[in-house]
């Protein structure tokens, strides 16, 4: 891997991390499930377009966009509307990958190593510990809501996998189309007509501007920008060598919202959060045999 890439690798993680700090803020006008279906709106139109279909199985599509889009990203977002912390929520996201190895042995039969479950037992226990902490202060629900996220976004992985597109960055853009029809039913049925247009109908006003600079990040940098850079650096460097990398996202989002929020976890979330991560990186060795392709568990996390 060249220096180059190296830097463009930490400053996709650097972005990401950001991308939860733009979700708080875009969380604090728009409804959360609806927050999501203007989100992937605004990137299936021009997708439709413009961008060529990605000549996969729709059945992988649809797959892909209502896990990695919709479920993931519901989840995600009512967790933190409903007090799940910034920077830890860029944490206990990152179960996608030992996720996204089970997955992989439950259903494309994928061998799972010594080392992958190793570490797919560190990121369990260290998930269990914050749980426990949390469901101590009564907040256990916003870290179980963002846990099924992560299960949501290994499905939409193993799905991806499955697609074996030409193009990945293609199929990530058509994955938009998929998930905003079902996120704007929930949001009708869970949030209502009148909430969704009040978010509209405020935009002009100080929180709305802010709701709409965050949504513009999440959109433009931590969608596009974030993912046609990752999916170029996972063209031209093993998926191996470029997906650790993603280990650097909860570092920078839990160090931005310490500083911007004012979120200070617990010594005990802390430690847990670094078991978190360690499990996440052994859960995510490839194998060095050549008989069984290893999982892509890359991918934007929000």
Not at 17 to 23: E, K, M, P, T
Not at 162 to 167: E, F, M
Request: proline share 7%.
């Amino acid at each position: 891997m060249s220096q180059r890439d190296r830097l463009l690798a930490v400053f996709v993680a650097f972005l990401w991390g950001l991308n939860f700090l733009a979700v708080h803020f875009m969380l604090g006008h728009f409804p959360p499930l609806f927050a999501g279906a203007l989100r992937f709106v605004v990137l299936a139109v021009p997708t439709i377009l413009f961008v060529p279909w990605p000549k996969v199985r729709l059945r992988w599509l649809i797959g892909y966009g209502l896990g990695f889009g919709t479920g993931q990203f519901a989840f995600l977002f009512i967790a933190m509307d409903t007090g799940m912390p910034t920077g830890l929520a860029s944490l206990v996201l990152q179960a996608s990958a030992p996720f996204t190895v089970l997955l992989g042995a439950l259903f494309l039969r994928e061998r799972i190593t010594p080392a992958q479950l190793a570490g797919i037992t560190l990121a369990v226990a260290g998930m269990a510990v914050i749980a426990w902490h949390r469901a101590e202060n009564a907040t256990l629900l916003p870290v179980v809501l963002t846990v099924l996220g992560a299960l949501c976004w290994a499905i939409g992985n193993v799905c991806s996998r499955q697609a074996r597109p030409d193009n990945p960055l293609h199929l990530t853009l058509w994955m938009s189309v998929v998930p905003p029809i079902p996120m704007f039913v929930l949001s009708l049925v869970f949030e209502g007509p009148s909430a969704q247009w009040q978010s509209l109908a405020t935009l002009g006003t100080a929180n709305g501007w802010q709701g709409l600079a965050a949504f513009g990040y999440v959109v433009g940098f931590g969608t596009v920008v974030g993912a046609g850079i990752w999916v170029t650096l996972m063209r031209r460097n093993p998926a191996g060598v470029v997906a650790p990398f993603s280990l650097l996202v909860p570092l920078v989002g839990m160090t931005t919202s310490f500083l911007f929020l004012d979120e200070r976890p617990a010594l005990v979330e802390i430690l847990a959060g670094i078991v978190v991560v360690a499990g996440v990186l052994l859960g995510s060795m490839r194998r060095r045999q050549r008989s069984t392709p290893a999982l892509d568990l890359a991918g934007s996390p929000s």
